[in-house]
């Protein structure tokens, strides 16, 4: 069953769906416009704060001192937990699987969809490239289990198909 976005009381009537590793190019490329830059592997061992700016430990020892300091290190931040800043965030109970994957015929381009069934919950969302989508399923035995199901089934078809006797 369809359900229209175009009604509700917003300026954009949409979802956007858009890949994280999208999302941190762009946000880095950004920053590095800013003149900011992004150090990695590091590992932020402490933090100190005076009048002048911010101190930063990393694990091998080196100190460097910036104006600012952005944790984006998750939920575990040192960063974060060290300026103060509360996590009022959660963990979820139940696990899924999330990934982006390229889908073939048949699956809308424009549509978020949502597949219910007694052993969980699926949804295939379309990313900007038109070629690819994010698909969460959970709970996560469930789809690990579907999802060993195809890959078997996907080497049967590769077997038949190496040794010369695909019948498609």
Do not use: C
């Not at 937990?81 to 139940?94: D, L, N, R, V």
């Not at 709970?139 to 078997?152: E, H, T």
């Amino acid at each position: 069953m369809p359900v229209p976005f175009g009604g509700l009381p917003t300026r954009y009537p949409y979802t956007l769906m858009i890949s994280q590793a999208d999302t941190e190019a762009y946000l880095l490329a950004r920053l590095e416009e800013l003149g900011g830059r992004v150090l990695r592997p590091a590992r932020v061992t402490a933090v100190t704060q005076d009048a002048t700016g911010v101190a930063a430990t990393l694990d091998d020892g080196t100190v460097l001192r910036a104006a600012y300091l952005v944790g984006a290190d998750g939920m575990h931040s040192l960063v974060r937990e060290q300026a103060g800043i509360g996590f009022t965030g959660g963990t979820y109970e139940e696990s899924f699987v999330l990934a982006d994957v390229r889908l073939r015929g048949g699956v809308p381009k424009d549509e978020v969809i949502l597949y219910f069934s007694p052993d969980g919950l699926v949804v295939v969302a379309p990313l900007p490239d038109g070629a690819t989508a994010r698909a969460a399923a959970r709970p996560l035995r469930n789809a690990v289990l579907a999802l060993a199901g195809r890959v078997s089934a996907v080497r049967r078809r590769l077997a038949w198909q190496l040794s010369g006797l695909d019948r498609r």
